[in-house]
């Protein structure tokens, strides 16, 4: 393995239709084709590593030109190399000397960068073949810290607290291990409420949610608040109701609710607005939703606003209402001063977003530090295949909780994927195994083939104005 190097590298602009079904829509997203910038890195063995970054639809092409750049820099390079220090192949990821100033470490220099790590990080799992959450378990907490990237945050963390901390949680780790091999990592649907649904298919879905075990479910909100509070009703009306909960479901471990206004079923709803508001204007908007109960809003502001979040967050305190966000904070940085400013009651990581999984540890240890749960970003393409990976990483080693996380569930085009998440009947995530699963991205070829935009056959038969298959 020693000798392994990088030898090449192939990128795809891989594009869904959902736009068609009218999937992901939101307030502010109200068109989505969810797309995978793909990279596969090849190299002098059998061992190949997938990555990619996550867009929904035009400007995929600009992502994967920036992904040429930076995975020029890892050819040549031997892969025992990068993983024998893992930081410093972060470092060296965002500090090419020109492309720096592209970014540096936000846009969409960084969502190129987060394609590239983690598909070495991917590589990295497979070369032990090890599900890369067990790799980063297995991890002794030096190797763990020397994995992490804690350039401009050690204000907030130093690598010492990080190893102290880790530390502490390292002998009961294996008891979580098991625990979640066996109970499932709890997770949460966004997949009834989507801005573009009617209000039959809300109610339907909502329901067949209950019967798959699940009791958090999120609502898109922010374009209209009379429809919100009909459609949030609407849900709150079949959540709430005994009858339609499993006889199975109905003793809720009041642990996983505290403080998240669950209803008399145990069930718990939460709203995203992605970004809409002005801060005033979301505390007033937040204000009329209060009848819906929701546990948090999601995104009420521009995600780089930290002040703006601590605001809205105190203003809606009295109301018992908190704020999440993360799904755009571009870096560590961003986090940090969320974390500082005490702007969030939920941490939302996106493993696209941040540089790959050594920014991510970063962001969960202060998260972990600072007391915040993190329930991390998923949905669009490839992301729920990517975030189980980090929640068993933050409960195994980090935070060492799970009571009161959710891990997002969308339930759609996990069939593209070799490796694709499943969800338990208690409405948990199963933990990835397999020696080949690596990070859990491997796409099928035919299906990069068939939705590769614009050659791919599906968008060669849209430009000739036929209706191919969406699938
Ligand atoms: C455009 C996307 O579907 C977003 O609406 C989605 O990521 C969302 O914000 C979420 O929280 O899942
Ligand atoms: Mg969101």
Redesign the pocket.
């Known amino acids: 393995m020693s000798d392994v190097t990088i030898t090449s590298f192939s990128v795809h602009d891989v594009r869904y239709p959902t736009n068609v079904t009218g999937d992901g829509t ?1 307030a502010m997203n109200k068109e989505c084709d969810y797309s995978a910038a793909y990279v596969v890195l090849e190299t002098s063995s059998d061992l190949k590593g997938q990555g990619m970054t996550f867009t929904i639809g035009r400007g995929n092409d600009i992502v994967c030109y920036a992904i040429n750049h930076v995975a020029n820099m890892v050819v040549g390079k031997k892969i025992e190399d990068f993983f024998a220090d893992m930081g410093k192949t972060y470092d060296y990821l965002v500090s090419d000397p020109q492309l720096r100033w592209t970014g540096s470490e936000k846009g969409v220099i960084h969502l190129a960068t987060a394609a590239v790590a983690n598909a070495i990080w991917d590589l990295y799992a497979k070369a032990r073949g090890k599900p890369l959450w067990k790799l980063i378990c297995d991890f002794s907490p030096e190797e763990f810290v020397k994995s992490v990237c804690f350039r401009y945050i050690t204000d907030a963390i130093t690598p010492e607290e990080a190893l102290a901390m880790l530390k502490e949680k390292e002998s009961s780790k294996k008891a979580r291990e098991e625990e979640v091999i066996k109970r499932g990592y709890p997770a949460y649907t966004t997949s009834v409420g989507w801005l573009g649904y009617s209000d039959e298919k809300i109610a339907r879905l909502t329901k067949e949610s209950l019967q798959q075990g699940f009791n958090h479910f999120k609502l898109k909100v922010g374009a209209d608040w009379e429809d919100d509070l009909r459609r949030g009703m609407l849900i709150r009306s079949i959540i709430d109701n005994p009858e339609n909960i499993r006889d199975d479901r109905k003793n809720v471990d009041p642990k996983t609710i505290e403080g998240k206004n669950a209803g008399p079923t145990g069930c718990v709803l939460m709203v ?1 607005a ?1 970004q809409v508001w002005d801060v005033s204007q979301a505390v007033e908007y937040m204000q009329k939703l209060k009848p819906l109960k929701p546990w948090f809003i ?2 009420p502001t521009a995600p780089d606003d930290a002040l703006g979040h601590a605001s809205i967050r105190k203003q809606l305190k009295p109301h018992g209402i908190g704020v999440a966000t993360g ?1 755009h904070a571009h870096n560590r940085m961003t986090f940090k001063q969320l974390l500082q400013a005490e702007a969030i009651d939920v941490c ?1 990581i996106d493993s696209c977003r941040l540089g790959g999984v050594s920014e991510v540890l970063a962001v969960l240890l202060m998260s972990a530090k600072f007391g915040i749960p993190v329930c991390p ?1 998923a949905g669009g393409v490839g992301l729920c295949e990517y975030v189980i990976h980090l929640s068993l990483i933050d409960y195994i080693c980090v935070s060492g909780n799970m009571d009161r996380n959710v891990l997002e569930f969308v339930d759609h085009l996990h069939e593209n994927f070799l490796y694709p998440v499943s969800i338990n009947s208690e409405g948990r995530y199963n933990v990835p195994q397999g020696e080949k699963v690596g990070y859990s991205i491997e796409m099928y070829q035919k299906s990069i083939e068939k939705f590769t935009y614009p050659s791919g056959s599906y968008w060669v038969a849209i430009a000739n104005g036929e209706h191919p298959d969406t699938h």
Do not use: A, I, L, T
Request: aromatic share 0%.
């Open positions: 939101d995203d992605n999601e995104e799904e939302q970003h």
